[in-house]
């Protein structure tokens, strides 16, 4: 799929996209590997690892997605462009409502113009379970950004098919709970706080979520949203299973918090199509494309339609882990 490409990621030197330059430089043989992001300190520190000298396929670009110009600059001659950069934290995008809008949804627009101004064969953007029914300005700002990537195919004449991936918080991500819980434990704390009793998150791995990005690239027809099927997680039981002596304390709900989040909603489901491990939601409002133009992937696997009033939830997922199983994923090293 990759071999002989080339190959941009937007937000390159965050957890995804470190990840996902290791599954490239490893199982294929990328022309070019393009880290597109705005840190130059973050660059400095990935080129460490994934130096040019060691890796000659590899360039680091300066640049932010707000800028539509140097975006198509970047984006000359590249073949797939993987969309990570965004504001991810909840808190800070309710406290900075245009810096999030700013990155999130206008820079969707200028990485979805770039493309087709230079004939970009496929885009995959990342999401995130909070741009379903959302309350946060984040979760508001992805269904945005949703929108305009699989609406972006109606433009691109068949040239360049956009789609996207959406997932919940990946297990041990910057800003993520797992390093939070983990900084409190090496410092002594005597509690590990938790927001809601009944609080749960979804469960995907860094290499879950890479590796599903990589068969999407294989599968998507373009305008699909990807959504992995996979377990929930108590935070309760997240935080017994890290630290089983430790108290927890309730402090409450932090502003744009949901107790449980939803990959899609009951509202969703008449376009909602289930393959073996992930959900797909086939876009209604692509104008030369129908509902059977999704029901097989690429790989030929027919897909099957859900119950109308199914909602995939956390809270209410079929399967949850247990302590045990959690401590499985060796969390020193998540």
């Given at each position: 799929?990759?071999?002989?490409?080339?190959?941009?990621?937007?937000?390159?030197?965050?957890?995804?996209?470190?990840?996902?330059?290791?599954?490239?430089?490893?199982?294929?043989?990328?022309?070019?590997?393009?880290?597109?992001?705005?840190?130059?300190?973050?660059?400095?520190?990935?080129?460490?690892?994934?130096?040019?000298?060691?890796?000659?396929?590899?360039?680091?670009?300066?640049?932010?997605?707000?800028?539509?110009?140097?975006?198509?600059?970047?984006?000359?001659?590249?073949?797939?462009?993987?969309?990570?950069?965004?504001?991810?934290?909840?808190?800070?995008?309710?406290?900075?409502?245009?810096?999030?809008?700013?990155?999130?949804?206008?820079?969707?627009?200028?990485?979805?113009?770039?493309?087709?101004?230079?004939?970009?064969?496929?885009?995959?953007?990342?999401?995130?379970?909070?741009?379903?029914?959302?309350?946060?300005?984040?979760?508001?700002?992805?269904?945005?950004?949703?929108?305009?990537?699989?609406?972006?195919?109606?433009?691109?004449?068949?040239?360049?098919?956009?789609?996207?991936?959406?997932y919940g918080n990946v297990v041990g991500s910057?800003?993520?709970?797992?390093?939070?819980?983990?900084?409190?434990?090496?410092?002594?704390?005597?509690?590990?706080?938790?927001?809601?009793?009944?609080?749960?998150?979804?469960?995907?791995?860094?290499?879950?979520?890479?590796?599903?990005?990589?068969?999407?690239?294989?599968?998507?027809?373009?305008?699909?949203?990807?959504?992995?099927?996979?377990?929930?997680?108590?935070?309760?039981?997240?935080?017994?299973?890290?630290?089983?002596?430790?108290?927890?304390?309730?402090?409450?709900?932090?502003?744009?918090?949901?107790?449980?989040?939803?990959?899609?909603?009951k509202d969703d489901t008449p376009n909602v199509?289930?393959?073996?491990?992930?959900?797909?939601?086939?876009?209604?409002?692509?104008?030369?494309?129908?509902?059977?133009?999704?029901?097989?992937?690429?790989?030929?696997?027919?897909?099957?339609?859900?119950?109308?009033?199914?909602?995939?939830?956390?809270?209410?997922?079929?399967?949850?882990?247990?302590?045990?199983?959690?401590?499985?994923?060796?969390?020193?090293?998540?």
């Amino acid at each position: 799929m990759f071999n002989n490409k080339n190959i941009l990621i937007t937000g390159g030197t965050g957890s995804f996209g470190k990840n996902f330059t290791s599954l490239l430089l490893s199982k294929y043989k990328p022309k070019k590997i393009i880290i597109f992001s705005r840190d130059e300190m973050k660059q400095f520190e990935m080129s460490q690892k994934f130096s040019i000298k060691k890796f000659p396929c590899i360039r680091y670009f300066i640049g932010d997605v707000r800028d539509k110009e140097r975006l198509e600059m970047a984006f000359n001659g590249v073949d797939y462009v993987i969309h990570a950069a965004a504001l991810k934290q909840v808190p800070a995008a309710e406290y900075n409502p245009i810096e999030c809008i700013k990155t999130n949804i206008n820079g969707a627009q200028n990485v979805i113009l770039a493309a087709l101004k230079n004939k970009v064969k496929k885009v995959v953007a990342l999401s995130t379970d909070k741009a379903s029914n959302p309350i946060n300005l984040y979760g508001a700002s992805k269904l945005a950004s949703d929108k305009l990537f699989i609406s972006g195919n109606n433009f691109a004449g068949g040239v360049t098919k956009f789609s996207v991936v959406r997932y919940g918080n990946v297990v041990g991500s910057r800003g993520s709970v797992i390093p939070f819980f983990k900084k409190l434990i090496e410092n002594g704390s005597s509690f590990l706080p938790i927001t809601h009793p009944s609080m749960t998150r979804f469960w995907i791995t860094i290499k879950e979520g890479v590796d599903l990005v990589d068969k999407v690239f294989y599968e998507m027809h373009g305008g699909e949203i990807f959504i992995p099927i996979i377990p929930s997680v108590k935070i309760v039981d997240l935080a017994k299973a890290m630290a089983p002596k430790l108290k927890l304390k309730i402090i409450g709900i932090r502003p744009g918090e949901k107790i449980h989040e939803i990959m899609f909603s009951k509202d969703d489901t008449p376009n909602v199509l289930q393959f073996k491990k992930y959900y797909v939601i086939a876009p209604n409002t692509i104008f030369y494309k129908t509902l059977s133009t999704y029901q097989t992937n690429k790989s030929k696997e027919r897909s099957k339609k859900i119950k109308n009033d199914f909602e995939y939830n956390s809270g209410s997922n079929s399967k949850f882990l247990s302590i045990k199983e959690i401590r499985k994923y060796n969390l020193e090293e998540v």
